[in-house]
C-alpha cells in the first residue's frame, strides 16, 4: 500500500530493496530469501524514489520485482512490476 510516502506491506506480504541489478536482468532465482534481506514493514520515502527497484515476496508467495518510475509531489507513484511463478 502506497500513503503518498511510505510504501507499506499488508497480509504477510514481504518487500526487500535491490541493488545491482537491472529490472531487465532480474530473475525469480535473484528473489530468493537466502539472498535478499526482505521485511514485512516496507519503506519510507528516503528509499522510494524514481529508479528504485525491489524485490517483492506477495501475500500468496508469489515472487516480484517492482521497479519505481516515477514519485510525484502529492503522492502520486508510477511503477513497473512482474511476478514469477515458482519454476
Not at 520515502?45 to 521497479?67: N, P, Q
Amino acid at each position: 500500500m502506497w500513503d503518498g510516502a511510505n510504501i507499506a506491506m499488508q497480509n504477510g506480504a514481504q518487500i526487500g530493496q535491490l541493488s545491482g541489478v537491472t529490472y531487465e536482468n532480474a530473475h525469480y532465482d535473484m528473489l530468493s530469501p537466502s539472498l535478499v534481506t526482505y521485511n514485512g514493514t516496507g519503506f519510507g520515502a528516503d528509499k522510494v524514489k524514481a529508479g528504485a527497484l525491489f524485490a517483492v515476496i506477495t501475500s500468496e508467495g508469489h515472487r516480484a520485482v517492482l521497479r519505481v518510475d516515477n514519485v510525484q509531489a502529492g503522492g502520486n507513484l508510477w511503477v513497473t512490476y512482474r511476478t514469477y511463478d515458482a519454476p
